[in-house]
Each structure stands twice: as C-alpha cells, then as structure tokens.
C-alpha cells in the first residue's frame, strides 16, 4: 500500500523587487562606480537558474550605455556549457542572453590569462574581461552546496570559478581539498579585486518562492563587505523542507537550473563532496529522483545523491558534461547512476520498501517539484498531527500517490 498523502502549502517570508529595471539602475548608480564614457565594460553572466536573470543583466548593459559606456557580455561559468565557448554561449542563450536581447555584444572564450598569485596558483582570468576597461559581475548570492562560511556561492565565487573558466575552475577545485572552499574563494577573491579592474558587482538575493527579492550594486571596495551581508539575508528567506526525519522523498526533476549540484544539497542535506563538513539536516534515508529537466542539457550532476531513480531520467543523461562538471569539482560521487527502474511506480515502492519495520502507508513521505520549488508539497498522513501545529504550513486538501497505466508518477 501507498501513503495517503496531504497537499500543503508553506508559507515562506516573501520580500519581492517591484520594478527590476528600476532597481538595477539605482543601485548602480548609487554604487559610486569608476565607469566613464568610451569604457569598454565586460559584464559576467553564470549558468544558474536565477529568476529574472535576462531582466538584471539587460537593465544593467542599459545603465551602462546611459553612462556612455560601452558593454559587452560574457558568460562567467568555468567549465559549465562543457567547457566550450559554444556550449556556454548556448547556456547564456537559453536563460535569454543573447546579442539581440541585450543589445550589446555577447563574446565567449576559454582563453584565460594570469593577472596575479594566490596560494601559490596562478590567478586566472577570461581573455575578454582581461583586455576591457571594466569587469562587472552579475550573480546571486546564496547558500553554496559544498561548503558553509561568511562568504559561500555569488560574486567571489564568479570571480574565483567562473573568471577562471575551464583552467581555473580546474585548479580552485582541487586546491579546495587542501585549502578549503572558503579560504580558495575568498583569497583568489580578494587577488581579483586587487589586480583586475572590477568596476561593480551587482547581487541578487532571491526569496523562498525563486523570486528576485533583494537587488544591490558595489564597488570593488564594498564588494566583500556587501556579499557577506546579503549571504545572511539569503539563508534568513531560503526555503526549507518542513520535516525531519523523512524516510522517502520524492523529486520529480532535478537539473542544472534548479541547482548546480541538481538538487540544492541546502534543501536535502546531502554534501555533493567528501572534502568538508556539512550540515546532515533533514535527515532524509532514500531519495528517489523522477525525471530531470529539458534545460539541463543532459548534464546531471548531483543524479549520485539520489538513491532511486527512474529510466526516463537515466536516458536523458549526457554523461560527457555530466563527468565534465563533476571531476572538474573533483565530486566523481555526484555522477553515479542510483538504482534504475523502468518506472516512477517501481521506483517509489521500492524505496518505500526499504524503509524497514515501518508499514509504507505509515511511512514518512514528503514529495516535492524540485528543491527550487517548495511553496506547494505534498506530505503524507505520517505528518499530519506535527503539520496542525504549523501556523506555516496549510493543508490544501488530500492527494493520493496517482499513478498512470505507465506506471508514471501524476505531476503534483
């Protein structure tokens, strides 16, 4: 037997950017920023799946042609797109940044050249970026995947992986296992800021419902300082599974633009590498992904912290970009194929079977879209007495585990 299930609804804190445009252009403008007319500016875009993305990075090429200046935009993704120009370009393309869009050039190399030292590595920088006047970067700030600290995924980040393109991503990655994340991103950071001409980075603070929520511009002097603030925001509105323990949970997509680990390992408490501590919480025993997204490309890294999976999924998978970013990470767990069946019913019962003296329809199961998206869930009957004491959770009505005569899983 199945779990009778409940749909609920979380309640999250909600701050939201009513007019994006608007808001770019102020706060860069009161960023007090060094950018003058006839300035070459290259503008850094990642391959994250940030809300709005196409909107900032437009409204920002938009105040800098006000300014006179002259920008151009370049994808800021180490070795994403699978470490090609091509490829990155493409990803720039699918979040809408194009020549067209933007209205501005948009230029890719993997060509990088050295502009300082840290740690004793080379500090290494996108050919493009180095032979422009300016560097601007545009990314969110949020709760990395890997690692806990005061300054974790967002502009340092960008500038230490995504400026150092294939080459560097390469080496920060391995020199984290001797040196931890923290200290990698922060130094070749703080380098960055000190030998390359970073004229802004503009943050993005996003809330629980993968909405814009927080736009802020800095300078390359309140760079750092800045980040760190809008890092405690971004863990203060992050949205959360609402249970621990849970003996099934249930993903219908995971992908590189819900996470860059697939799923967000802050959601499901699983690290995507060895080398540091990490917080084990929820504590989840199995997890079963579905199916993974169109807009990964085939690219499914984060597939190894799943327990079961099904082979809708499995053969959508393109393991060249796939063991491209996980090595890359040095993270070779994070390309291992979980048990495979033919279909989500399969999938799930086994799972449930596996969860020892407890009856499944008693089981605790909480079923979600992705971990980008957790306004809606489903929890099952289990939880019931814990949700009616949750002034934050509110039962929508009751959802039975639907399956298809395929045996295909109904979308929640």
Known sequence: MLPKMLRVRQ???RPRVADIPRTVAETLAAARVAIKRGDTVAVGAGSRGIANIDTIVGATVRHLKDLGARPFVFPAMGSHGGGTPEG?????????ITEATMGCPVRATMDVMQVGEALGLPVWLDRYAAEADWIGLVNRVKPHTDFKGSIESGLFK???IGLGKYKGAIQYHRANIQHSYETVITTVGREMLARARIGFGLGIVENGYDETALIEAFNATDLEAGERRLLKSAREWMARLPFSPIDVLIVEQMGKNIS???MDTNIIGRPTNPHEPFPSDPKILWIVALDITDESYGNAIGIGNAD?????????????PTLINSITACSPGMAKV???????????????????????????VIRITSTLVL?????????????????????????????DASGRLRPL
């Open 338 to 364: 979980p048990a495979t069946y033919e279909t989500d019913r399969e999938a799930v019962e086994t799972a449930l079977s596996c969860i020892g003296l407890t009856p499944p329809e008693r089981a605790r």
């Open 158 to 160: 960008m500038m230490t």
């Open 260 to 262: 860059g680990s697939g």
């Open 375 to 403: 306004g809606q869930i489903e929890v099952s009957e289990a939880y019931a007495a814990e949700v009616d004491k949750r002034r934050d959770l509110t039962v929508l009505g009751e959802a039975p585990l639907g399956f």
């Open 11 to 13: 309640t999250f804190a």
């Open 88 to 96: 990155q370009l493409s990803v720039l393309e699918h979040y809408g």
């Open 308 to 320: 079961f999976t099904t082979r809708r999924l499995v053969d959508k998978i393109d393991m060249k």
